[in-house]
């Protein structure tokens, strides 16, 4: 045993593959990584041996020593025995990267008691206990929230949600009925409620309406009264214009539950009728040939947010959705759910609302925006929100200030969206050749991931891969394999396949080739230490390479863009966190909320009803793109077939003929047709309108 | 649609006897032969049955594990190959003289131009599970992951059985058909907790920093309790019929068989009538 003397304590950190969210592991030496469950930092992924490396202490230096595993670790792209590691160096272990780095022992204490930082918090602490045992403890996030009215707010101006809850706080599990009815609330009551309002809403509603739901009977509460509103401003922001193309499949078309015909095909069909015989030629060659003879064809997003809107408008969107920000959800006692919201009323002030369903879908997306812990500090430190910018927010500014002025901008990020951000440089670096482009990543990639006997590609250290996951995740072997595994099962096939990657498209490896060949885009390795604002109010970066002859390097910016992503971690949505903490849920390996493989949220039954979820918040569970538009149509099919099976009210089972003939329904543009529960001709007629009055004051 | 091994079978099975044979019986009719064309698709049929474990194979060194339609269309053209060249040669059982290439040309082609359209869309517009499955119309599902109920991380198995007079481990309030017991306010996400401490690895588990064999750490010691979370009653427990009622006031009976409060909002909560 060393002496306390000796002791050398280190400070590693790494991000979980499949949410790209921040681990970190603070503790003495020595330090055993590997698979199983005696290792100090269990890591699950089919590429690390059961017992895979050992950290430790040698006189004062801190030594990696692989422990004979198959396939090896990673220093400095070479594969070693036992190496000595200097501060600010990083190893990979299969697909993980660590970064390590000698903390005093103060540091030990303090990160060994992780102290609940905000108020609504608290439910950190099950996570984090929990996955400390698979992948250490999850870093204090920053994430930037979005508010009520849909802009980014910082997280510190978050309210407790506890505090506003109508009910006397709503401190019970179960809300008496009675206690609803009487609060002096306006309340609604239907039978399908779908929280969120969003795509994956959109898609249960859908199949709902499809399956035989009159609109009258469904009600979604979101803050866009488009469907897509949210995402197509999050694509704007990140550099996708309408008419560039968005990374999703042809026939996973949000609106169209049969996916046919695709968006490649119709894209052909709107080309040939135009007159554009060079863009159907080009579409076609790409839905034959890729991936391999050409890349994938990818619709354009303004075609998909059309065609979801001409959707909305067939099945009655309007009269279902309404405008709410909801805040808590909670079981009734007579089988039911109420979802508070807050709404206008008359006076137009915001007040609480009450929404009675039955049958309840969550598809809250994702909360907010990723936003990496230095530019945070600076961001907070300096109050400069104009050169450091996240690429989900509006930052046109940055690119109208290179065009006429010129400039160095950083690019923090290596996944889909640090490609649109270079793209559009590129576009802006057409007109003003004084545009330098930094790309800083914490560490190479040499080599892609690997599952069983395939490789993914990696090139200028990206990963390459057409969509977000690997395809057969969607509707292939590897979906089919991932909803039979168990829950460590499970854990371990999503490191193995995620992983932040970009889209295999020529024009993007054209630009990045030229860049590095004109000197104007380069590629830096390293841990930024701390941002400072130089004099002339640029940004400097102070990079840690971790390499013996540079140890330190400081960079010059005008600007950095920050493309990590979004967050989805169930405590930064206050909804989410509410209901975890109330009804003691379950989380899965990836601290998302626990979902069977019909997508219903587990523990949230109440008598016949049922919650189901979707999208991000279920990552870790029987499905790996969740958040994909396929993804989002597959949760809610599961869900209503579900519901059928539970002989939910309107709903039928979708035979072959009922499906082909409300197919039919879909190209001529028709509602789909329901046993309608207020016959035409009566004073209800008006579902929406009746709706709104019934409203009990 | 990502096709598994059990869908590309599927999809042989079903679609080669009924628009394969069509196709063959017309074949049949304008040659006026009907049995040559019948042993050449069932050879079709049974060399594709093997053919698709080697395709299977292949997708598993590709990354996606995807088939991409190029594949699909080479696949097309071998196999019809191999087939033919069989005929010729080998000479097949049942098909004593190889019929006019044109006429394998018409039919081989005309099945597998018809398949491959049919695969590309409108299949799906008949069998909305079929694209989500992986070409499988038969599939086994499991609603739930069998062992999810208990959730058996480390960090929460130590807490089972503790016995803690202050906190016992809540269950999520049950449905067994009796009306639910409201079981008091909630107290554990509001009481102050304390905050779980990440023992960090025990040093003493180490002989030494060359030790090659460790000894197993055993459990992480936790300070703090760990609240134990159990989910709801699992959905066979639960009569998908089953209503849980609340006491009414005043009952209004809806003319879909639902009681409610006569009182309570305009609307049946069961079926969405309005309330007249």
């Not at chain 1, 997280?155 to 809850?165: D, F, N, Q, R």
């Not at chain 1, 927010?393 to 690019?411: R, T």
């Not at chain 1, 545009?435 to 690997?450: A, D, E, S, T």
């Not at chain 2, 449905?175 to 996400?189: I, V």
Request: contains cysteine; positive net charge; aromatic residues 10%.
């Amino acid at each position: 045993m060393p002496a306390d003397s000796q002791t050398l304590n280190v400070q590693l950190t790494w991000s979980d593959v499949a949410t790209g969210e921040g681990r970190e592991f603070v503790g003495p030496l020595p330090i055993t990584l590997g698979r199983t469950a005696e290792n100090t930092i269990i890591l699950s992924s089919s590429r690390v041996s059961r017992r895979h490396a050992m950290l430790r202490a040698d006189g004062g230096r801190i030594i990696l020593q692989d422990l004979q595993s198959t396939n090896g670790t990673f220093a400095n792209d070479a594969r070693i025995t036992e190496v000595q590691l200097t501060a600010g160096s990083s190893f990979q272990i299969g697909p993980f990267h660590f970064t390590v780095r000698e903390v005093p022992a103060a540091a030990v204490q303090a990160a060994q008691l992780p102290a609940t930082r905000r108020g609504f918090e608290k439910s950190a602490l099950f996570s984090q206990s929990f996955l400390s045992r698979f992948a250490g403890l999850p870093v204090g996030e920053s994430a930037l929230v979005f508010s009520h009215d849909d802009k980014l707010l910082p997280e510190a101006a978050k309210e407790p949600v506890e505090e506003s809850l109508p009910l006397g706080g709503m401190r019970q599990p179960i809300i008496p009925i009675n206690d609803i009815y009487h609060s002096g609330l306006p309340v609604i009551e239907t039978t399908y409620l779908a929280v969120g309002g969003g795509i994956g809403s959109f898609a249960w509603v859908d199949h709902l309406r499809i399956f035989g739901v009159p609109a009258d009977q469904i009600v979604a509460i979101g803050l866009e009264p488009r469907p897509m509103g949210r995402y197509s401003r999050l694509c704007g922001n990140s550099q996708i214009p309408l008419h560039e193309r968005l990374r999703s499949n042809s026939d996973s078309c949000p609106d169209n539950i049969w996916g046919w015909p695709s968006y490649g095909l119709r894209e052909i069909f709107r080309s040939l009728g135009k007159g554009e015989m060079g863009n159907a030629w080009w579409v076609a060659r790409h839905v034959f040939g890729e991936p391999s003879l050409t890349y994938t064809y990818t619709p354009r997003s303004g075609d998909v947010f059309r065609a979801v809107d001409k959707e909305a408008q067939r099945i009655g969107w309007g009269r279902i959705w309404r405008y709410g920000r909801v805040q808590a959800i909670r079981k009734t006692d007579d089988g039911r759910y109420v979802v508070v919201y807050m709404a206008p009323d008359q006076r137009g002030q915001m007040v609480h609302h009450l929404a009675l369903g039955r049958y309840v879908q969550l598809a809250m997306g994702y909360p907010g925006i990723k936003i990496l812990d230095d530019i945070n500090e600076y961001r907070e430190r300096t109050r400069d929100y104009t050169h450091t910018v996240n690429a989900y927010e509006e930052h046109n500014h940055v690119y109208e200030h290179l065009k006429k002025n010129g400039g160095v901008v950083m690019i923090r990020g290596r996944g889909i969206v640090a490609s649109r951000v270079i793209q559009r440089l590129y576009e802006v670096r057409q007109q003003n050749k004084n545009i330098v482009i930094i790309h800083v990543h914490r560490n190479p990639v040499p080599k892609g991931h690997r599952d069983g006997r395939a490789v993914r590609r990696v090139i200028n250290h990206v990963e390459l891969q057409p969509f977000n996951w690997p395809k057969g995740c969607w509707t292939g072997s590897m979906r089919i394999r991932l909803e039979r595994a168990d829950d460590e099962e499970r854990d371990r096939l999503l490191n193995d396949w995620g992983g932040t990657t970009t889209a295999d498209r020529t024009d993007w490896q054209r630009i990045a080739k030229q860049g590095l060949r004109e000197g104007w885009y380069q590629i830096y390795f390293g841990e930024v230490k701390r941002l400072e604002r130089s004099g002339k109010g640029q940004v400097v970066t102070q990079l840690s390479t971790g390499k013996p002859n540079q140890p330190e390097l400081a960079l010059i910016t005008d600007y950095i863009i920050d493309c990590t992503g979004l967050t989805a971690a169930i405590d930064k949505n206050p909804v989410l966190n509410d209901m975890v903490n109330t009804y003691q849920l379950g989380l899965n390996p990836k601290g998302r909320l626990r979902v069977t493989n019909d997508f219903e949220v587990e523990g949230m039954s109440n008598g016949p009803g049922r919650v189901y979820g979707c999208g991000a918040m279920t990552l870790g569970g029987p499905h790996a793109v969740v958040d994909s538009f396929l993804g989002l149509q597959y949760a809610g099919l599961r869900a209503v077939e579900d519901l059928v099976r539970l002989r939910a009210p309107g709903l039928r089972k979708l035979t072959p003929l009922r499906s082909f003939s409300q197919w039919t329904r879909w190209v001529r543009g028709a509602e789909p047709n329901s046993r309608s529960s207020t016959p035409a001709g009566t004073a209800y007629a008006g579902g929406f309108q009746a709706q709104g009055q019934g409203v009990r004051a | 649609m990502t096709p598994t091994l059990f869908g590309r079978w599927q999809i042989r099975l079903f679609l080669l006897p009924t628009v394969g044979l069509i196709i063959t019986l017309l074949v049949g009719l304008v040659i006026h032969n009907y049995l040559t064309p019948l042993w050449a698709l069932l050879y079709v049929l049974v060399f594709g049955l093997v053919w698709d474990i080697l395709y299977q194979f292949m997708t598993t060194f590709r990354w996606d594990r995807d088939w991409p339609t190029s594949f699909q269309v080479a696949a097309g053209i071998v196999e019809g190959a191999l087939i033919w060249v069989l005929i010729i040669t080998v000479r097949l059982p049942g098909i004593k003289t190889p019929p006019p290439f044109p006429v394998f040309l018409i039919q081989y082609g005309l099945i597998w131009l018809s398949i491959f359209l049919l695969l590309q869309g409108p299949l799906r517009l008949f069998f909305l599970n079929w694209r989500y499955q992986g070409g499988q119309w038969f599939i086994t599902r499991t609603r739930r992951v069998s062992q999810a109920p208990v959730v058996l991380y480390p960090v929460q198995q130590q807490q089972v059985g503790v016995a803690n007079p202050l906190e016992p481990p809540r269950v999520a309030p049950a449905f067994a058909g009796a009306p639910p017991q409201y079981a008091g306010p909630n107290p554990a996400p509001y009481a102050v907790q304390q905050p779980v401490q990440f023992a960090g690895p025990n040093p003493a588990q180490f002989a030494g920093p060359q030790a090659a064999q460790f000894v197993s750490p055993g459990p992480v010691p936790l300070d703090a309790q760990q609240t134990l979370r159990a989910p709801g009653p699992s959905a066979a427990q639960i009569p998908a019929e089953q209503t849980v009622r609340a006491t009414v006031n005043q009952p209004y009976v809806c003319a879909c068989g639902f009681t409610s409060d006569r009182n309570a909002g305009n609307f049946c909560p069961s079926c969405g009538r309005p309330k007249v």
